[in-house]
């Protein structure tokens, strides 16, 4: 098989958090056509023992540790060469020039970069080279910037300017940009209108066959709750933003109505904010778990209360897939291909997510409509295979492509 370079930010295993998910499953569709050459980040060091399990995908892998403090410390080289801090934050001259040698052989003949902060890495010189930038993150960091007080918010601000300047060099430069979502894609568009023919989306997927309500999961909870559950890595500042402004101005209005209601966060590195929300009635803080389905499983509704947020929530989709009741907020749901009120709750306000709540805790339904509609539009191998022709030499028409606005 042809080789192709696999770039990612952060090494695609396990497939347990919304990046490493969608690029597990990009990396092992595509290994079925090219001959993989892996080059990764990793920045949690309980990671290091995965390495092996990504040999069956790869020809090669070429893992690079990367210490969160000092690439902060890195990405403020930025400020004194006007780029986005995203860039020297993952900058490696070990990394470029592993790349640039697959290239300059003749190992590898096309590229798929994953994260625009990756497109710094892929030789130009390579026939294909194709973009999942999945989010646009520029924006993401230009939502932050009102949040926080100065400096902070100054430099939010000017990493949104930076970042979307590279966004759009880089849907220029390379043949094609995917993203996570026709929203997300659209506003790239928007922003970019002379790339607009080669930016597109391919959707997430859900594994159905292993979020499946069907089979029986120990209960986590204690008999005498009503559970109310968020999952999410809690070291994501959105994450954590959302799950604290739910216990603090939501919950306790649902706890009022319902008393046995109990409201617990799942997720890995948990902030001492986070923490901090297990010290008020009915909350509970778990940090990591093996296995989030049983969490989700025997709870009586999940929420996503996000209030900052881009591309696709995985957690909303999975809790969709366990045919749970999801309230959601506006954020949480944009470009989740689904009906709200008939696959998940939509509810904005405090007042709104507190009664949707309520009465998801005293239905005691499920959702088979919701599970429905991911069996309907969230099937991995599907999704996938639009992108198939976008790492031809000379692609053909491809569906993961938009068509340019009038």
Known sequence: MDGLLFLAHRIPFPPNKGDKIRSFH?????????????????????????????????????????????????????????????????????????????????????????????????????????????????????QYAPTQRWPMSWLYAREGRRLAAWEAQVAQDFDATLLVSDNEAALLQHRVPQACHKIGAFENGVDADYFSPARDYPNPYPSDVRAVVFTGAMDYWPNADAVSWFAERVFPAVREAVPTAQFTIVGSR???????????????????????????????????????????????????AMARPVVVTAQAAEGIRAEAGRDFLLAQDEAGLADA????????????????????????????????????AAPVASSALETCPA
């Open 26 to 142: 990009l990396l092992r569709h595509l290994s079925t056509h090219y001959a993989i050459h892996l080059g990764a980040f990793v920045d949690d060091p309980d990671d290091w023992q995965y390495a092996d399990a990504l040999k069956p995908y790869c020809a090669s892998i070429r893992l690079l540790p990367l210490n969160p403090r000092r690439a902060r410390l890195s990405s403020l080289s930025g400020l004194f060469t006007g780029e986005a801090l995203t860039l020297p934050y993952y900058r490696s001259r070990e990394l470029a020039r592993w790349a640039a040698d697959l290239a300059d052989t003749g190992k590898v003949t096309r590229g798929l970069a994953f994260s625009s902060a990756m497109a710094q890495f892929m030789p130009a010189k390579l026939s294909r080279r194709v973009l999942d930038m999945v989010d646009v993150d520029s924006d993401k960091w230009s």
């Open 270 to 320: 948990p902030t001492d904010a986070v923490l901090a929300l297990a010290h008020q009635p009915g909350i509970v803080v778990t940090g990591s778990v093996p296995d989030v389905r049983p969490f989700l499983a025997h709870a009586a509704c999940a929420v996503a209360p996000l209030r900052i947020a881009r591309g696709i929530q995985n957690k909303v989709l999975e809790a969709m």
């Open 357 to 392: 709540v309520t009465s998801q805790l005293r239905s005691r339904t499920t959702s088979a409509s919701a599970r429905a509609c991911i069996l309907a539009h969230y099937d991995w191998a599907r999704n996938l295979s639009t992108i198939d022709t976008l790492f031809d």
